[in-house]
C-alpha cells in the first residue's frame, strides 16, 4: 500500500438472506471506496453491478430512462 499511488475497494452490502438469488440483467448496488489516491481526493462512488458479465455502471437517478 505505501508504493501504491491508487487504492480502491468494492464494497456490497450483505444480504440477511443468504439463499436469495440476483435476477440476471438487475444490477447490485455496490460502492467503489476510493482509499487512498496520491494526487486526489478519497471517497466513495456508487455502482450498479452487474457480475455475469463483470461489468460496473452508473446507477440510473430517479426521474430518467436511461
Not at 491508487?6 to 467503489?32: K, S
Amino acid at each position: 500500500e505505501q508504493d501504491a499511488d491508487v487504492v480502491l475497494f468494492i464494497h456490497r452490502e450483505q444480504d440477511d438472506d443468504e439463499g436469495a438469488v440476483q435476477v440476471a440483467g438487475q444490477g447490485a448496488e455496490v460502492e467503489i471506496v476510493i482509499a487512498k489516491q496520491r494526487n486526489g481526493p478519497t471517497g466513495g462512488v456508487p455502482l450498479l453491478l452487474f457480475p455475469e458479465y463483470t461489468r460496473f455502471e452508473n446507477p440510473l437517478k430517479e426521474g430518467t430512462t436511461h
